[in-house]
Nanobody, 120 residues
Framework: QVQVVESGGGLVQAGGSLRLSCTAS????????MGWYRQAPGKERELVAV???????NYGDSVKGRFTISRANAKNTVYLQMNSLNPEDTAVYYC??????????????WGRGTQVIVSS
């Protein structure tokens, strides 16, 4: 079965850093992208960062210059390095994977999420 597992969340003081990781298994088709979304209490889910199969990246405006997305050589693990954290970054962070079988079929997989709390 397909599994998407995040880790690395926790409690950190403002100005500190955390590194999230996400490992996917059981996906049989080409991965188009791997990325991170987050959702804070009372707010909508928002894009944090995405990395595509060609290694291009997109970042949400609120994290540009502070967060960096990357992936391992095995191509089944994605990381999110978060620096200069502030309380507004407090949220549940979800790993997202887009897998493409053909131009007519794209499947989306989500992890359960990992909690990040930034204290002031």
């Amino acid at each position: 079965q397909v599994q998407v597992v995040e880790s690395g969340g926790g409690l950190v003081q403002a100005g500190g850093s955390l590194r999230l990781s996400c490992t996917a298994s059981g996906i049989s088709f080409s991965i188009r992208s791997m990325g991170w979304y987050r959702q804070a209490p009372g707010k909508e889910r928002e894009l944090v960062a995405v990395i595509f199969s060609g290694d291009s990246t997109n970042y949400g405006d609120s994290v540009k210059g502070r967060f960096t997305i990357s992936r391992a050589n095995a191509k089944n693990t994605v990381y999110l390095q978060m620096n200069s954290l502030n309380p507004e970054d407090t949220a549940v962070y979800y790993c997202n994977i887009q897998s493409t079988m053909s131009p007519f079929r794209t499947q989306t997989y989500w992890g359960r999420g990992t909690q990040v709390i930034v204290s002031s």
